[in-house]
């Protein structure tokens, strides 16, 4: 019993000693354990305080007065972001700071120093809704609980900018740039010049132009600066490798795992190369239109997609237009050669695109080329003509705005065509380095100037359900003739996109380029994409693949099939009704199984309202709709107007808002009664709209009311509940 009670000592002195040990470990090892260094102020100021969220502290650091904010959900708000930037700095020495919203906090907005100012550049997206990186800026700013670093929601004394993107076909015309505008000054803060407002279904460009020459008078006169300060100085330093291992280049891969063949997730940073499974044309007829149906594998991705979702293809730019540029630059015969691009202020600009890479590969791949040429760079490009004649051909249209749109924008000219014009080259021949002057313009210049080509997105028209392994394309081809001037002969013109798909349907079942007659000459109907994409990538053997990515929507059906279903969808609007068909399709299979031959008999109503010119011209999957409305036990019903085959006793069109009006009943009580949803998909200047419009006028009769008042307040109310939804474009 001693022994054990001599042990039990031994432990408790023991423990004791090793607690005191630790208690007191600090006094007790210091000789032995090195002291942290004091971190310095520059040190934490160069690392933002050590929070990289904190702008105010990046702007102190780098001696930027102006920070600005950009919600973009495309690229084109942060385009205009970096313009801004670099103007200020043009032409005032001026230094900024260009944020995405995203990475970023708010508290601090509070602080930002008298002398500085913030603005932002704010894109309004869908129905009135910010863009994805701007979310939480909206709801900082508009939430009155939300405090800044003084302790409330204020922002007294700060200055700012606001300019607002959006498209006044939309219903909420740049309504996150005006509710910034409104917010700010409601906390106190004082805007700078007027809000300027942009409308892309006229000009984005022209609408900029206008507005910022005032507002940059109202920042001069309000900051205290003088325009002549800053000078033109590069954005990027472009410098040709003479030795560079050539697997490390890259050819139009779009990310470093695509260059290195290693596995990765798929997204907008690194689309996916998928397959063609099928391509086919949708018209009965083509004579002057088409529309393809693609069909691409996604079997083996990682990538996933619901109905209601789109699909963001990646295109190139035509090889006429990348041979067209490459001369009138002087780079036909170096097309090949490797060039390293660094920017001169990361940030203020960062190289849009990887490197190193090519000159062609820049030109084919990763700058949009084909787009018409903005009216401001040409005053850049001016001074590097070839002769004083092209010098002033370019000023003037920089400078004369009606001579731009007649000549350019009317006339579609890419900036290769317009090189052209201003050298009197013949814009007809194809251009070769004999044929087509050179102007000695720096390629940083180009890089700097011309946005970078993006994704176009394409509204997915098949189900998971029914397609688990592959995504489905509607596209109908963009081709259209531009309007002829005394400077410009008339033309086609195409679009990006929907032609490069065109290219891989005819190449994926080898059939060959039909001919148009363009101006007395036979020529081809589709301009030349090289689709074999970088390295060959995109063609094993007979196998072609496009380069995509899955972006997500909230464009969905309800989840409860009682709920009747309404979907306007004329020409390609149908493409994601054909996905939402096929999603009822396979849920109506499944309950048939369960339950029975009458397992959908308390299913709501599936209303789709289709129109096109004619049912033996442009009836989109028109050997599909029947089996889909035998599958659904004729809870599936399909209406259509045919524009150019069925008219009024008047001899007038009948368009779908026509065909809802006869239907004026069943969708009042399906809204009302039964709760249903509405979808509308395509045009939004005139079909949108007027569809809108005549669901006011059933809906405000219906509650025995006008649209003007009950009918208007009624689809306000459906668009609230997320039950009249819209995926509509200009």
């Known amino acids: ?54 702008f105010i502290a990046k702007m102190k650091e780098g001696k930027k007065r102006l920070v ?14 970096i313009r801004l930037a670099k103007e200020a700095k043009s032409k005032f020495g001026l230094a900024s700071l260009v944020c995405d919203p995203e990475e970023y906090d708010f508290e601090n907005l509070d602080q930002l120093p008298e002398d500085c100012v913030a603005f932002f550049v704010m894109a309004t997206y869908g129905e009135g809704e910010p863009t994805d990186n701007a979310v939480q800026l909206m709801q900082n700013i508009q939430d009155d609980s939300f405090e800044f670093s003084n302790g409330e929601h204020k922002l007294d004394g700060v200055k700012y900018v606001v300019f607002g993107l959006g498209n006044k076909t939309y219903e909420h015309y740049n309504l996150i740039g005006r509710s ?45 600066v003088e325009e002549g300060q800053g000078a033109d100085s590069a954005d990027f330093a472009v410098s040709e490798l003479d030795s560079h291992p050539p697997e490390k280049v890259y050819l139009g891969e779009y990310s470093a ?9 798929h997204d907008a940073k690194n689309p996916f190369p998928a397959p063609i499974n099928e391509a086919k044309e949708l018209f009965q007829s083509v004579q002057d239109r088409c529309c393809v149906h693609i069909e691409l594998s996604i079997e083996n991705s990682g990538i996933t997609y619901q109905h209601g979702d789109h699909l963001g293809v990646w295109p190139t730019n035509a090889e006429l237009e990348v041979d067209r540029l490459l001369c009138a630059l002087g780079l036909y015969d170096k097309r090949e050669t490797v060039i390293g691009i660094e920017s001169l202020d990361p940030a203020l600009a960062k190289v849009p695109f990887p490197v190193p890479t090519t000159y062609g590969t820049v030109l084919r791949h990763y700058i949009d080329i084909s787009a018409v040429t903005g009216r401001q760079i040409l005053g850049s490009l001016s001074k590097y003509a070839p002769s004083p004649d092209a010098e002033a051909f370019l000023k003037n249209l920089n400078t004369n705005k009606e001579a731009y749109y007649k000549i350019i924008a009317e006339g579609c000219l890419k900036l290769g065509e317009v090189l052209q014009l201003a050298a ?21 210049l180009i890089v700097s100037a011309i946005p970078r080509l993006q994704p176009r997105y394409y509204s997915i028209s098949s189900s998971p359900k029914l397609f688990p392994t592959s995504v489905h394309v509607t596209c109908v081809v963009l081709k259209y003739q531009n309007i002829p001037s005394d400077n410009v002969r008339q033309k086609w013109c195409y679009g990006v996109s929907s032609n490069f798909l065109l290219n891989l349907k005819h190449a994926a079942n080898n059939e060959p380029v039909p001919f148009i007659n363009d101006n007395g000459v036979e020529r081809i109907s589709a301009p030349k994409y090289q689709i074999e994409g970088p390295r060959g990538a995109y063609k094993i053997d007979n196998l072609y693949k ?38 009822r399709v396979a849920l109506a299979r499944r309950s048939i199984e369960k339950n029975g031959p009458d397992a959908l008999e308390d299913w709501g109503r599936i209303s789709l309202f289709y129109g096109c010119r004619r049912d033996n011209e442009d009836f989109l999957y028109k050997d599909e709709w029947p089996s889909y409305t035998e599958e659904l036990k004729g809870k599936f019903q399909m209406y259509c107007a045919f524009s150019r085959q069925n008219y009024r006793p008047d001899g007038s069109k009948i368009y779908v808002q026509d065909l809802i009006w006869e239907q004026r009943e069943h969708i009042a ?62």
Request: charged share 25%; aromatic share 8%.
């Open 546 to 583: 496009a380069p995509v990515h899955v972006r997500r929507s909230t464009f969905r059906l309800p989840t409860n099939p009682k709920s009747p279903v309404i979907m306007v969808g004329p020409g390609t609007g149908v493409a994601p009704f054909r996905g939402f068909v096929q999603e």
């Open 669 to 730: 009580d399906a809204i009302l009664n039964g709760k249903g949803y509405v979808y509308i998909c395509g045009e939004a200047k005139n079909m949108a709209k007027q569809v809108e419009d005549i669901l006011a006028r059933i809906l405000g009769e219906a509650k025995g009311g006008s649209a003007a008042v009950e009918g208007i307040a009624e689809v306000k109310l459906l668009k609230e509940r997320s039950r009249l939804m819209l995926d509509v474009w200009s």
């Open 180 to 224: 910034v505008d409104t917010v700010l000054t409601k906390m106190g803060a004082k805007r700078i010049g007027e809000r300027g407002e942009g409308d892309d279904d006229k000009s984005m460009e022209e609408d900029y132009l206008e507005w910022k020459d005032g507002m940059w008078e109202a920042f001069a006169a309000e900051l205290g």
């Open 424 to 444: 009197g080259n013949d814009l007809s021949a194809s251009p070769t380095p004999q044929n087509t002057t050179t102007w000695k313009i720096p390629f940083d």
């Open 257 to 265: 795992r695509a260059l290195t063949k290693t596995k990765g997730i």
């Open 68 to 81: 600005i904010f950009y919600g973009s959900q495309t690229g084109t708000a942060e385009e205009y972001a």
């Open 1 to 54: 019993m001693s022994s054990t009670s001599t042990s039990d000592v031994v432990i408790l002195a023991l423990g004791v000693t090793l607690a005191a040990a630790y208690l007191f470990r600090d006094q007790l090892f210091a000789a032995s354990k090195p002291k942290a260094a004091p971190i310095a102020s520059g040190a934490k100021a160069a690392n933002g305080s050590g929070n990289p969220r904190d």
